[in-house]
């Protein structure tokens, strides 16, 4: 690439890190905020602003770890049931310093797809303001998601789109992006 900055730069090494990249340092209730405000500033059509975000810290991961595990034995079939994967559900929560529910909130004044579509834009200023911080994290969408409704106390017109697990990282991974050339999505019309 013959021009860079740092835009691009955050842009391009941004990586999904797993729980055990995070480090053993407390993620602030300030840092949180910085990348929630960074969330906040994604562009919305009409402004409808649909993302909402639940933040577990501290014991608050306990909490939401307990859930999922408990979801899992409940959606689980008996025959593939595992203790073992009870536990590392609940562990995803448990080994994160911070783990963001994301929700969309559907107003009715725009298609869904624009609301979710919005969301996701949210999602990514999050995670790149994150990298910009030297905080790694990931969008984790496992199945549990659509049965936490009521643990995450969410309206009729809510969804929760994904658990947002987050820490402290190495963010100076040399991870290439592992993407196809950008050309064979690309059709010019020149
Ligand atoms: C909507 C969405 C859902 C995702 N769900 C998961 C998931 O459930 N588990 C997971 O390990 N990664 C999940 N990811 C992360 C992707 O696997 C990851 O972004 C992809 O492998 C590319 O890697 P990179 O983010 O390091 O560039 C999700 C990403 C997005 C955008």
């Known amino acids: 690439m013959s021009k860079t900055n740092a835009v691009l730069q955050t842009i ?46 501290g014991a ?31 562990k995803k929560a448990t080994t994160s310093q911070v783990a963001i529910a994301i929700v969309v909130n559907y107003t009715g004044e725009l298609p869904e797809w624009e609301e979710l579509a919005a969301t996701a834009c949210a999602v990514q200023n999050l995670w790149l303001a994150g990298h910009s911080l030297g ?4 969008w984790a969408s496992p199945g549990l998601i659509n049965h936490m409704a009521n643990f995450l106390k969410l309206e009729d017109n809510q969804k929760c789109i994904g658990l947002f697990y987050l820490g402290y990282a190495d963010t100076n991974h040399d991870r290439e992006p592992a993407r196809s050339p950008i050309a064979e999505k690309v059709r010019w019309e020149e």
Do not use: C
């Open 12 to 57: 391009q090494q941004r990586r999904s890190l797993m729980q055990p990249s995070f480090l053993d340092k407390e993620v602030s209730r300030e840092d949180i905020e910085l990348l929630l405000e960074a969330a906040d500033a994604a562009p919305t059509h009409k402004r409808t602003q649909p993302w909402r975000f639940v933040v577990f810290k």
């Open 135 to 138: 905080i790694g994290g990931y």
């Open 60 to 90: 608050g991961l306990e909490r939401l770890g307990t859930e999922l595990g408990r979801i899992y034995k409940e959606v689980t079939p008996a025959e593939k049931y595992s203790e073992q994967a009870e536990q590392n559900m609940a």
